[in-house]
């Protein structure tokens, strides 16, 4: 599970407007806090960056609060335990994976999905038989076994799995509660000044220097996340870029520029659709950098955005 964008060097530019890209999903009074998490289930809790506010370490989640699931796995590793009540081997299971999980001390959550009552998580998932354990990790599927297993085995599927979000940059830890507001004001003014002034190296640098001091800061990887698509559309006309891609269907690398023309122009729907799209007919390095692509404008948006909840579903569909 590779998630390493790069970007590359270029100049100021006083033209483009970033600042706008997540604030219609914000409230007025938090204007500055791109990064505030998705309400109870996966926002800051306390103040500290890397606690994960959650209803619970093991909750029982459906087809219409699936997609704060996949949020909350941006921060905090999401095991996922498919199952139905007529099982026998899901009852067997389910008691160890919520002891084990519980014993993380929030390290991991559980969210439980009733096959029956939801078919459709049952087909995204491609389970083809009960009980089966999924994980998400930055809302990527991750598959780990099927039928009950010792507690043992559980355990070390589990450590693994922690390994792998620790790789990829997700090691907030969930604590159960309401979430607390966050202070008012950008938490990196420097940073976000330079943005502002389309001085993306200098913006890029202060970013980056909060994400090393701080892997779990979401204003960072917001801010982060901006100056590369600032970056990308340096001296571009949204129009031509849009144009080139519709013009030649398949060019992947001309896709990925519209996308980032349709973003900033407000049909982020378009620049996922146009992704995704491609995804499913792409293999290889062309796939992966498509995939990151798509992660890559999730940051920018937000998760609370209405276009990014969607996507999600429609990109683990395209992946899994």
């Given at each position: 599970?590779?998630?390493?964008?790069?970007?590359?060097?270029?100049?100021?530019?006083?033209?483009?407007?970033?600042?706008?890209?997540?604030?219609?999903?914000?409230?007025?009074?938090?204007?500055?806090?791109?990064?505030?998490?998705?309400?109870?289930?996966?926002?800051?809790?306390?103040?500290?960056?890397?606690?994960?506010?959650?209803?619970?370490?093991?909750?029982?989640?459906?087809?219409?609060?699936?997609?704060?699931?996949?949020?909350?796995?941006?921060?905090?590793?999401?095991?996922?335990?498919?199952?139905?009540?007529?099982c026998?081997?899901?009852?067997?299971?389910?008691?160890?994976?919520?002891?084990?999980?519980?014993?993380?001390?929030?390290?991991?959550?559980?969210a439980?999905?009733?096959?029956?009552a939801n078919?459709?998580?049952?087909?995204?998932?491609?389970?083809?038989?009960?009980?089966?354990?999924?994980?998400?990790?930055?809302?990527?599927?991750?598959?780990?076994?099927?039928?009950?297993?010792?507690?043992?085995?559980?355990q070390?599927?589990?450590?693994?799995?922690?390994?792998?979000?620790?790789?990829?940059?997700?090691?907030?830890?969930?604590?159960?509660?309401?979430?607390?507001?966050?202070?008012?004001?950008?938490?990196?003014?420097?940073?976000?000044?330079?943005?502002?002034?389309?001085?993306?190296?200098?913006?890029?640098?202060?970013?980056?220097?909060?994400?090393?001091?701080?892997p779990?800061?979401?204003?960072?990887?917001?801010?982060?996340?901006?100056?590369?698509?600032?970056?990308?559309?340096?001296?571009?006309?949204?129009?031509?870029?849009?144009?080139?891609?519709?013009?030649d269907?398949?060019?992947?690398?001309?896709?990925?520029?519209?996308?980032?023309?349709e973003?900033?122009?407000?049909?982020?729907?378009?620049?996922?659709?146009?992704?995704?799209?491609?995804?499913?007919?792409?293999?290889?390095?062309?796939?992966?950098?498509?995939?990151?692509?798509?992660?890559?404008?999730?940051?920018?948006?937000?998760?609370?955005?209405?276009a990014?909840?969607?996507?999600?579903?429609?990109?683990?569909?395209?992946?899994?």
């Amino acid at each position: 599970m590779s998630m390493d964008p790069s970007q590359e060097n270029a100049q100021p530019d006083q033209g483009l407007d970033l600042s706008a890209v997540r604030s219609k999903n914000m409230p007025a009074e938090q204007g500055g806090q791109a990064g505030a998490g998705a309400g109870a289930a996966g926002g800051q809790a306390g103040g500290d960056p890397n606690a994960v506010a959650v209803p619970g370490l093991v909750f029982d989640v459906d087809e219409s609060t699936f997609t704060s699931l996949v949020a909350m796995s941006d921060r905090v590793p999401v095991v996922i335990d498919l199952w139905a009540e007529w099982c026998e081997p899901c009852k067997q299971l389910s008691p160890i994976l919520e002891h084990v999980v519980t014993s993380y001390g929030g390290r991991l959550v559980l969210a439980k999905v009733d096959v029956d009552a939801n078919p459709r998580l049952q087909q995204a998932f491609g389970v083809q038989s009960i009980p089966t354990v999924v994980a998400l990790i930055k809302g990527q599927p991750v598959p780990l076994f099927q039928s009950a297993l010792p507690e043992p085995q559980v355990q070390a599927y589990f450590d693994e799995l922690l390994k792998l979000a620790g790789e990829n940059g997700v090691t907030g830890h969930a604590v159960t509660g309401e979430a607390e507001p966050e202070p008012a004001g950008p938490a990196h003014p420097e940073a976000e000044e330079a943005l502002a002034k389309g001085d993306f190296d200098t913006a890029e640098s202060l970013f980056k220097a909060a994400l090393a001091n701080s892997p779990a800061d979401e204003e960072a990887k917001f801010g982060l996340a901006r100056a590369g698509l600032g970056r990308r559309l340096i001296d571009q006309e949204p129009a031509d870029l849009i144009a080139a891609a519709d013009a030649d269907p398949k060019d992947v690398e001309a896709a990925k520029a519209a996308a980032d023309a349709e973003v900033v122009s407000g049909n982020a729907a378009g620049a996922f659709n146009r992704l995704i799209s491609l995804i499913r007919t792409s293999t290889g390095d062309e796939k992966e950098s498509l995939r990151l692509r798509v992660l890559d404008l999730f940051e920018v948006l937000g998760a609370d955005d209405p276009a990014v909840t969607k996507a999600r579903t429609a990109l683990m569909r395209a992946l899994f």
